[in-house]
């Protein structure tokens, strides 16, 4: 085992146990993702505010429709390499097509999205614009994965056979 991956392990292992299933590697890859992601969000973010969307003269107005792109930007990224990287082992579970799981992902992290949005307006009353927003994605990024990893990349069931399990359970000698 690799010394990145005994630690990780070591410092999942003191996590309380329901956090635990969570924290593992998948919710680090997730958290990877999210960071590029968060690199361009604010990338994007500072190069609208500052340069694209110059000829708004209203700063609240401006920083609307920056956050807007900033935030499509991101979605369509942490999207592309979250399906690649972070539920790839379940790709052979989701039988839809690019666009519907892009849907179903905007539509999972879509309270992610509204909370980093006003959070970012809110927080950007009190402090620089871009602290805020880097304040607003950390405290969004936990539910977007639990929404994510339970609607949009979650594990199909078993297709069961009601008669089936009748009759393999009429054959099936009682378990003690």
Request: aromatic share 12%; proline share 3%; charged share 20%.
């Amino acid at each position: 085992m690799s010394r990145l991956r005994a630690f990780a392990e070591a410092a999942v292992s003191r996590l309380p146990a329901r956090l635990q299933p969570m924290a593992r590697w998948r919710f680090i890859k997730f958290g990877a993702v999210g960071a590029s992601g968060t690199v361009i969000n604010v990338a994007v973010l500072y190069a609208s505010q500052e340069f694209l969307l110059r000829g708004i003269a209203d700063f609240h107005m401006r920083l609307n429709f920056s956050i807007a792109i900033a935030i499509t930007c991101a979605t369509i990224s942490n999207f592309y390499w979250n399906r690649r990287l972070t539920w790839r082992d379940r790709r052979h579970e989701v039988h839809h097509s690019a666009l519907f799981l892009f849907a179903k992902y905007v539509m999972a992290a879509g309270l992610a999205i509204v909370v980093q949005s006003l959070l970012t307006k809110w927080l950007s009353l009190y402090m620089h614009y871009l602290i805020a927003n880097l304040v607003a994605i950390a405290l969004a990024s936990l539910f977007s994965f639990v929404a994510n990893d339970r609607m949009t990349f979650r594990r199909r069931r078993a297709k069961v056979n009601p008669s089936a399990d009748a009759a393999d359970t009429a054959d099936a000698p009682e378990k003690p």
